[in-house]
């Protein structure tokens, strides 16, 4: 069976290299173009392209998916199923391409977590349990035939980084699971359950990161562990902008504590008061700095 990869991310390289170790036929693999950054502006390419390059595979870079030249090259490696792992949404000319079709891998359990980022929004909502999805890809978002799914538990201690991580790996086993059944013929293909209240995972921006500190010190809690370490939830402090990566829920609020107030000893604790509880900062980056554990922060910074 002919393979056309799509992907960009490390997130994407897992599955990619999951199904060359394991003898699929990859005959092409599609991702973003090279792009300028870092210091310098230095153009560099995606995790994908790396990978694809180091075993081979012949690579494409369209600026734009419905580019004539882009789809007659496309249709020269006479794909029979592509697979697409954290890319960009297909126009139709694309995905409707193959004979078989092509399957998407999803960081949820569908139809909950629809978008793109539900590894985040899972996190921030407090939920106990994702997971990850395989679907042929239709016309709308996010919203076709399911083949297999799998779950995944969150652990108090995870945060999006670590959930990330187990979920790319439980994806890249269920793209490998995935491909070995479409190639024997024997796979589901369940309609998407319509009649739940779902959870929308739409995608995020800076001004979605910014703490309220009139939720909850659970709320908020699961809110920075949703954000990092990547885009990471920020606040004001000492008139700057300051990224928390870390945080845990302390003590009850007492008194005239004002919301969105701060109390610190100077040393060993820096805490915010939210609605119910002082939310504790383990680990932060002032804007300007590094990022530093509490301890270190307070040694070197004076209010």
Same mark, same amino acid.
């Given at each position: 069976?002919?393979?056309?990869?799509?992907?960009?991310?490390?997130?994407?390289?897992?599955?990619?290299?999951?199904?060359?170790?394991?003898?699929?036929?990859?005959?092409?693999?599609?991702?973003?173009?090279?792009?300028?950054?870092?210091?310098?502006? #230095?153009?560099?390419?995606?995790?994908?392209?790396?990978?694809?390059?180091?075993?081979?595979? @012949?690579?494409?870079?369209?600026?734009?998916?419905?580019? @004539?030249?882009? +789809?007659?090259?496309?249709?020269?490696?006479?794909?029979?199923?592509? !697979?697409?792992?954290?890319?960009?949404?297909?126009?139709?000319?694309? *995905?409707?391409?193959?004979?078989?079709?092509?399957?998407?891998?999803?960081?949820? +359990?569908?139809?909950?977590?629809?978008?793109?980022?539900?590894?985040?929004?899972?996190?921030?909502?407090?939920?106990?349990?994702?997971?990850?999805?395989?679907?042929?890809? #239709?016309?709308?978002?996010?919203?076709?035939?399911?083949?297999?799914?799998?779950?995944?538990?969150?652990?108090?201690?995870?945060?999006? /980084?670590? +959930?990330?991580?187990?979920?790319?790996?439980?994806?890249?086993?269920?793209?490998?699971?995935?491909?070995?059944?479409?190639?024997?013929?024997?796979?589901?293909?369940?309609?998407?359950?319509?009649?739940?209240?779902?959870?929308?995972?739409?995608?995020?921006?800076?001004?979605?990161?910014?703490?309220?500190?009139?939720?909850?010190?659970?709320? !908020?809690?699961?809110?920075?562990?949703?954000?990092?370490?990547?885009?990471?939830?920020?606040?004001?402090?000492?008139?700057?902008?300051?990224?928390?990566? #870390?945080?845990?829920?302390?003590?009850?609020?007492?008194?005239?504590?004002?919301?969105?107030?701060?109390?610190?000893? /100077?040393?060993?604790?820096?805490?915010?008061?939210?609605?119910?509880? *002082?939310?504790?900062?383990?680990?932060?980056?002032?804007? /300007?700095?590094?990022?530093? /554990?509490?301890?270190?922060?307070?040694?070197?910074?004076?209010?």
């Amino acid at each position: 069976m002919r393979i056309v990869f799509m992907g960009t991310p490390d997130f994407a390289v897992a599955s990619l290299a999951k199904l060359v170790e394991n003898g699929c036929d990859v005959v092409a693999v599609i991702t973003a173009p090279d792009k300028p950054s870092g210091r310098g502006l #230095q153009m560099h390419e995606t995790p994908v392209k790396k990978y694809a390059v180091s075993q081979n595979i @012949p690579v494409l870079q369209p600026e734009k998916l419905k580019n @004539p030249e882009f +789809l007659e090259q496309l249709r020269s490696y006479r794909a029979d199923l592509q !697979v697409v792992v954290a890319f960009r949404m297909l126009p139709e000319v694309v *995905w409707n391409m193959p004979t078989i079709g092509t399957f998407n891998l999803h960081g949820s +359990l569908l139809p909950q977590y629809r978008g793109a980022a539900p590894i985040n929004w899972a996190v921030i909502n407090g939920d106990t349990e994702t997971g990850v999805t395989t679907f042929f890809i #239709q016309q709308e978002i996010d919203t076709g035939n399911i083949i297999f799914a799998e779950k995944e538990p969150i652990l108090q201690t995870d945060n999006a /980084g670590t +959930l990330h991580d187990k979920l790319m790996e439980r994806g890249a086993n269920l793209v490998l699971k995935t491909v070995r059944a479409i190639e024997a013929g024997n796979y589901p293909q369940i309609p998407q359950q319509m009649d739940v209240a779902l959870k929308a995972a739409p995608k995020i921006f800076k001004e979605t990161c910014q703490i309220d500190w009139n939720q909850s010190a659970e709320k !908020v809690h699961n809110f920075v562990r949703g954000l990092s370490p990547y885009p990471a939830a920020w606040t004001i402090l000492a008139e700057k902008n300051c990224k928390i990566y #870390q945080s845990a829920i302390g003590d009850l609020v007492h008194g005239q504590s004002e919301i969105g107030t701060f109390k610190t000893d /100077g040393k060993t604790f820096l805490a915010f008061c939210c609605a119910d509880k *002082w939310l504790n900062i383990k680990e932060l980056q002032l804007e /300007g700095k590094k990022r530093m /554990g509490i301890e270190e922060f307070l040694r070197g910074f004076r209010f």
